[in-house]
C-alpha cells in the first residue's frame, strides 16, 4: 500500500496566522489512555459526501466564500444529491487566546454564525485540525488542548473533522498513533454532539485495522492527490486491498476528488469518479462549485454512479481481473445486484470483457450503463465494450 511523507505538502503560508515556533525539546509530554474501543463518534452508514476547500484553494479560505459554496451547493442540486458536508481544512486558525481556546483568524470573524448559516441551508460545517503543536500548514494544531478544541467546535456547531498527523510526527512514534487518536475520539464523544470523525495519517500502520476503535468512521489511505491522471490512478488502483474494511460506519478515503480541477480531461475525471463510487470513498469534491462547468456538474451529479458509492450495503468495490493495461472492478451492492467497471488505463482504445460467469451470475442478466443512462444488449455469456483511454465503461448488473 501506499504511504506517503510524515509530513506532507504544505499549504500557502499566511504568516500573520501561522502558529508560534514550537520548542519540540520542551514540549510537555502529553500521558496517553490505554487502549479501549470508543464507540462511533457520529453514526455514519454510507459514505460522507460534500465538498472541502483543500484541494482547489489551499489556505485562501474565508467566511464569504464557504458562504458562496454553501449557496452554490444548494443553487447547483449538489446538496439534493446528497453533498452535504461544507469542510474547511487547513488555515482557518489564529492562535490560542489566554483561556487556551483556539481563535479563528481574521478570515473568520464569527464560526458560531457562519455554521448557523450553513446549517440553514440544510448543509452540515466541518473543520480541520491536527494531534500535534502545529497542522500540515503550520497553524495551530490541537496537542494538550484536545478537550478544550472539541468543546469548542462543538459550540459552534461543527459537524465534521478532519484530524491530521503532521507535526504529530514530531512527537508520537507509531505505535502510539492509536492511542494519540483514541485522545481526540473520546474528546469528541464527550462534547456528546455526533462530529463525523475522520482520520489523516495517510494509511500508515494499516489505519483501517483500527481506525473505528478510536471513534472514527473513515480514514485517509494514502498521502495527498494531485490534480494529474497519475496521481489519482496510483492512489486509485492501489485500494482493491483495503475493500475488506468497507461497510457501514467504517470508510477507506482515497483523499477528495480532483474532479473539475482542470489538470484531467473529462474521460479521465469519470474514471476517478467511477473508481471512488466503486471503492465507497467518501466523495468530498474539491473544486469551485460557484463556478463549475457543466461537464463537471454531469460528473459529480451522476445519481446512478452515487447510487453505487451510497449503497447499503458499503462494501468496497475490488478488482476482478486484469489483462494488460484493462481491468475489471465489482462492488457488491443491495439485493444482489453489482456494479462493475470496466477500466483502460491504457494509451489506446481498447475492448474489456466480463463473463456472468465470473460475475457468479447465469440466465437472463440486466446490464445499466450508469453514464449511458441506458440499458445495454449483452451477449448470452457476458458482457464486452470498447473503452477510451484513461476511460471507463460503468454497469451496474442485475437479475
Ligand atoms: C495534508 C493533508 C491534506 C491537507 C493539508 C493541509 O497534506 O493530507 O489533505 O489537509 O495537509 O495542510
Not at 473513515?218 to 495527498?224: A, P, Y
Not at 465470473?358 to 473503452?387: N, P, Q
Request: proline share 6%; hydrophobic share 40%; glycine share 8%.
Amino acid at each position: 500500500m501506499n504511504t506517503g511523507p510524515l509530513v506532507a505538502r504544505r499549504g500557502t503560508p499566511t504568516p500573520s496566522f501561522r502558529a508560534a515556533a514550537v520548542d519540540y525539546k520542551s514540549l510537555p509530554k502529553l500521558e496517553l489512555p490505554a487502549l479501549k474501543a470508543v464507540p462511533p463518534v457520529a453514526v455514519v452508514k454510507t459514505p460522507p459526501m460534500g465538498w472541502n476547500s483543500w484541494n482547489k484553494f489551499r489556505t485562501r479560505i474565508n467566511d464569504q466564500m464557504i458562504r458562496e459554496i454553501a449557496d452554490a451547493m444548494v443553487a447547483t442540486g449538489m446538496r439534493d444529491a446528497g453533498y452535504v458536508y461544507v469542510n474547511i481544512d487547513d488555515g482557518w486558525q489564529d492562535k490560542r487566546d489566554a483561556a487556551g481556546v483556539l481563535q479563528p483568524n481574521p478570515n473568520f470573524p464569527n464560526m458560531k454564525a457562519l455554521s448557523d448559516y450553513v446549517h440553514s441551508k440544510g448543509l452540515k460545517l466541518g473543520i480541520y485540525s491536527s494531534p500535534g503543536p502545529t497542522t500540515c500548514g503550520g497553524f495551530t494544531g490541537s496537542y494538550g488542548h484536545e478537550e478544550i478544541d472539541a468543546k469548542t467546535w462543538a459550540a459552534w456547531g461543527i459537524d465534521y473533522l478532519k484530524y491530521d498527523w503532521c507535526s504529530a510526527s514530531r512527537v508520537w512514534k507509531d505505535e502510539d498513533m492509536q492511542a494519540v487518536y483514541q485522545r481526540m475520539g473520546e474528546a469528541l464523544r464527550k462534547t456528546g454532539r455526533p462530529i463525523v470523525y475522520a482520520l489523516c495519517q495517510y494509511g500508515r500502520i494499516k489505519v483501517q485495522d483500527w481506525g473505528t476503535k478510536v471513534g472514527a468512521s473513515l480514514w485517509r489511505t494514502t498521502f495527498d492527490i494531485r490534480d494529474q491522471w497519475a496521481s489519482m490512478e496510483q492512489i486509485g488502483f492501489a485500494q482493491s486491498d483495503l475493500a475488506y474494511a468497507s461497510n457501514p460506519g467504517s470508510f477507506n478515503d482515497p483523499d477528495m476528488l480532483e474532479v473539475g480541477n482542470g489538470g484531467m480531461t473529462p474521460v479521465e475525471y469519470r474514471t476517478h469518479f467511477s473508481l471512488w463510487a466503486m471503492v465507497a470513498s467518501p466523495l468530498l469534491t474539491g473544486n469551485d462549485i460557484r463556478t463549475m462547468d457543466p461537464a463537471t456538474r454531469d460528473i459529480l451529479l451522476n445519481k446512478e454512479v452515487i447510487a453505487v458509492n451510497q449503497d447499503k450495503l458499503g462494501k468496497g468495490g475490488k478488482r476482478l481481473a486484469q489483462q494488460g493495461s484493462t481491468e475489471v472492478w465489482v462492488k457488491p451492492l443491495e439485493k444482489g445486484a453489482q456494479a462493475v467497471a470496466l477500466f483502460n488505463r491504457g494509451e489506446a482504445k481498447a475492448k474489456v470483457s466480463v463473463q456472468w460467469a465470473d460475475l457468479k451470475l447465469s440466465g437472463k442478466v440486466r446490464i445499466r450503463d450508469l453514464w449511458a443512462h441506458a440499458d445495454v444488449k449483452t451477449e448470452a455469456e457476458g458482457y464486452s465494450a470498447e473503452v477510451e483511454p484513461h476511460g471507463v465503461v460503468l454497469l451496474k448488473a442485475s437479475k
